[in-house]
């Protein structure tokens, strides 16, 4: 098993300019006690969700609002973007996990966290009708909005179900390919999100994620910030730590396959700038053998 670390040269350092806060007032709520050792994880969970329920009632959709064009900064086609349905992209993201995933006809995939819906129904349309797009999320908002994106644009080979991504709502051995984007760093369980992954996909089958990752540690202040947890960054595990994870749940081949440095304009409220510069967006690839 061997780690090989692909960065893509020139996009190494430019910024994707992503925005896990999304761009909704909600970001600069009043915030709960700082997080300490003993929060437990279930209130790390209920702040998660409020904010990302919060985030889901107050976001416009994409069109209009310039995240189009962040789509393409994350690595997204044009083709993509343009054929999202409306209100699908929230500027969540942090990467694009499908441009790694060279996703089949027919195949069954897995979104862990899938927001408003954009990345499973990204993957329908290359599925085709004869696959499926799964995604599972937290917060009821999020899949009230994901379901109702469907409906609208008459898509019928994706399902959005209620769950966490702890404990996935989805067989053992069924899916071909689990994605995540910019969701695993809220997980206050990591190795049960990886253990998890593994259990549902089937043998031979792979993992493709975007997420945030640190290149040292936080500071206290960042670490124990709610703003901080909520918005993607105080969460993020350690990059070799993460690699560790994925592959102590089972997978083989795990390989980094794109790694751009972080500078979001909606994480400025809670990370001052030389702390950004410890965070990565990482793109990840590993199997199941
Ligand atoms: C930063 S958003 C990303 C959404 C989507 N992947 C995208 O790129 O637009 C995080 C999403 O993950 C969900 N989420 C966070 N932690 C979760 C967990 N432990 N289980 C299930 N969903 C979770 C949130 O409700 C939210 O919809």
Request: glycine share 8%.
């Amino acid at each position: 098993m061997s780690d090989a670390t692909t960065r893509a040269g020139e996009e190494r350092n430019a910024p994707p300019n992503v925005c896990c806060e999304g761009s909704s007032s909600a970001a600069s709520a009043p915030l709960a006690a700082p997080i300490a050792e003993e929060t437990s994880s279930e209130e790390l969970r209920r702040l998660v969700r409020d904010k990302y329920g919060q985030l889901a009632r107050e976001s416009q959709s994409c069109c209009g609002s310039g995240a189009d064009q962040d789509l393409e900064r994350l690595g997204y086609s044009r083709d993509q973007s343009e054929i999202l349905p409306e209100g699908a992209n929230l500027g969540l993201g942090c990467g694009n996990p499908l441009a790694h995933a060279a996703i089949r006809v027919g195949e069954t995939v897995l979104d862990l966290g899938s927001g408003a819906g954009i990345d499973v129904f990204l993957a329908a349309r290359e599925v085709g009708p004869l696959g499926r797009a799964l995604g599972v999320d937290m917060t009821h908002e999020m899949l009230e909005r994901a379901r109702e994106n469907a409906r609208r644009a008459g898509i019928d080979n994706v399902e959005f179900r209620l769950g966490e991504i702890e404990h996935l709502p989805v067989a053992n051995d069924s899916v071909d390919l689990v994605i995540s984007n910019c969701v695993i760093n809220l997980s206050p369980d990591k190795p049960q999100v990886f253990s998890e992954a593994y259990r549902v996909l089937k043998p031979g089958g792979r993992l493709v994620v975007s997420d945030l990752v640190l290149t040292r540690p936080l500071p206290a202040e960042v670490r124990e910030s709610v703003e901080a947890y909520t918005g993607c960054i105080a969460g993020a595990s350690l990059r070799d730590d993460y690699l560790r994870q994925i592959r102590a749940a089972g997978f083989r081949d795990v390989e980094t396959v794109e790694e751009r440095g972080y500078v979001a304009t909606g994480a400025e409220c809670c990370v001052p700038d030389p702390v950004a510069e410890s965070v990565l967006s990482m793109k990840v690839r590993a199997w199941k053998r």
